[in-house]
């Protein structure tokens, strides 16, 4: 699969969410989408995927390891961390999420 083609399938994920209202699976997928653009180079899209990802997990109160697994496994081609909250964003984004 592409790049252009893995992004395609990350954001259809992520607007789902988001049409689902289910705001962790939405920051997990823009989590995907930041990472996804940041390899092709669009560094305005990654900076905007990657602060919305941020935003949502801030918002989901993640205070145990549990609360930490991801939904996704892999998503678009991308393996997301044993453990994602706002903090692993900020890690991956330090440039964005500061």
Do not use: W
């Not at 790049?3 to 607007?15: G, H, N, R, V």
């Not at 653009?37 to 990802?53: F, N």
């Amino acid at each position: 699969m592409t790049l252009p083609e893995q992004i395609c399938e990350a954001e259809a994920e992520l607007s789902l969410a988001k049409a689902t209202e289910n705001k962790r699976r939405a920051a997990e997928a823009s989590y995907v989408v930041a990472r996804l653009y940041r390899d092709i180079g669009d560094i305005e899209a990654a900076k905007l995927y990657a602060r919305e990802s941020f935003f949502l997990f801030t918002q989901l109160c993640i205070n145990a390891l549990e609360d930490a697994a991801p939904r996704y496994f892999s998503l678009a081609g991308v393996h997301l961390p044993n453990l994602i909250h706002e903090n692993v964003v900020r890690s991956t984004f330090p440039e964005y999420c500061s």
